[in-house]
Structures are given as C-alpha cells and as structure tokens.
C-alpha cells in the first residue's frame, strides 16, 4: 500500500471516529439524534468521503504548499535585516 492511500485511509479513519464522538457528545448533552445503525451509517459515508477527498486533495495542497514556501524571499514579519 502507498504512502498516499495509507494517508487516505487514515484521514477517513479519522472523519469517522469524529463523527462518532459527536454524535455520542450530542446524545449525552441532549437527547440521542439518530439510532445506533443509523449513526454507524453515516459515519461510514462520512468516512468514505473524507478518505476520497484526501486522497484526491493532499497531494495537491502539499505541492501548493511547498511552492509557496519556496517562493518566500522575505523574512516572516517583514523585517529585513538591512540597517538605514
């Protein structure tokens, strides 16, 4: 398995625990929003579509992100080190 659909997979892995975690948060502070089937239902989808969606987006927003790291020619803040 690639570095990239492991990635995936745990970022789909993530979305799905966290929405378990807000659902149950919910049912204790309110009232349970949805069944115990229909939970596990949705946080699957969930998890399916966030694993789809960093596999098709992290390699992009690291390259953008490393682009732009490589475009800085400023120091962070503004200052240079030039004296007047």
Request: charged share 15%; proline share 4%; no cysteine.
């Amino acid at each position: 398995m690639g570095p990239r659909t492991k990635s995936a997979l745990l970022w789909g892995a993530v979305g799905f625990m966290a929405f378990l975690v807000l659902v149950q948060g919910y049912a204790l502070v309110v009232e349970p929003l949805v069944t115990i089937t229909q939970g596990g239902v949705i946080a699957v989808l969930v998890g399916t579509a966030t694993a789809a969606s960093a596999y098709a987006l992290e390699h992009r927003i690291a390259a953008w992100s490393a682009r732009r790291v490589a475009d800085e020619t400023e120091p962070h803040g503004g200052d240079s080190k030039s004296k007047s």
